[in-house]
């Protein structure tokens, strides 16, 4: 399998503008996170999708972040506008439990983002 | 809330020291406990995982052993090489409340 696959690696914009981050989970996974690191607060959960369904998306920052899963295999983070804080590390991952969250979770390569 | 706690700031050692990175926990239910790894550049990688008390997750020669009456999850190493370096997130996962929460991980740098 060839993993959880995020697109673009590396991304560099102007603020203001939109941002679209992307993600193939492992086929058959039916869960998929996404996530922030940056040094000052670590790794965050931003939102989960289980059968492609948002589940919780209380830690996704604020309005100008959506995600959405229009199937089984993919998944798009926006930020619209962006905004230099919004400079990050995004992490997509992907599971095969259920609300459960019990078992383990496969990371993508991350997509670094630059916004000046 | 759940939550995880790692100890503070890098740990740096030299290559065969002993590995030790403490691990505690705050959690609502009966939360499954993991150890993740990050190597340079890129995305996390499971390294070992414990679902119940008193159960212990090995890969690698590591370990940790979940500890409910003291929360914690501390990850050992006997022998530490330079290509564990890399940054070591512990996570727990709690099925009660549907939440993830992971710590803030530690840079162990291993010198040759």
């Known amino acids: 399998d060839a993993g959880v696959i995020q697109s673009p690696r590396h991304e560099v914009t102007e603020m203001g503008q939109e941002v679209t981050l992307r993600c193939k989970p492992i086929?058959?996974?039916?869960?998929l996170f996404w996530y922030r690191q940056t040094m000052m607060r670590g790794l965050e959960l931003l939102i989960y999708?289980?059968?492609?369904?948002?589940?919780?998306d209380s830690g996704m920052p604020e309005d100008r972040f959506s995600a959405k899963m229009p199937n089984a295999s993919f998944s798009t983070l926006k930020i619209q506008p962006s905004e230099p804080r919004d400079s990050a590390v995004y992490f997509c991952?992907?599971?095969?439990?259920?609300?459960?969250?019990?078992?383990?979770?496969?990371f993508g390569p991350g997509t670094r983002l630059t916004v000046l | 809330g759940d939550s995880v706690t790692q100890m503070e700031g890098p740990v740096t050692l030299s290559e065969e020291a002993f590995l030790t990175i403490n691990c505690t926990y705050t959690?609502?239910?009966?939360?499954?406990l993991f150890w993740y790894v990050q190597y340079p550049g890129e995305g996390l990688q499971l390294l070992l995982k414990?679902?119940?008390?008193?159960d212990k997750g090995s890969n690698k020669g590591f370990e940790a052993t979940y500890r409910k009456e003291t929360t914690s999850f501390h990850l050992e190493k006997g022998s530490v090489q330079v290509s564990d370096s890399a940054v070591y997130f512990c996570?727990?996962?709690?099925?009660?409340?549907?939440?993830?929460?992971f710590g803030k991980g530690n840079q162990v740098v291993v010198i040759p």
């Open positions: 991952a992907s599971s095969s439990s259920g609300l459960a969250l019990t078992d383990t979770q496969y």
């Open positions: 086929s058959g996974h039916n869960s």
């Open positions: 999708f289980n059968n492609n369904v948002p589940i919780d």
């Open positions: 959690a609502t239910g009966y939360p499954s």
């Open positions: 414990a679902t119940k008390a008193d």
């Open positions: 996570a727990l996962s709690d099925p009660g409340n549907n939440r993830l929460a």
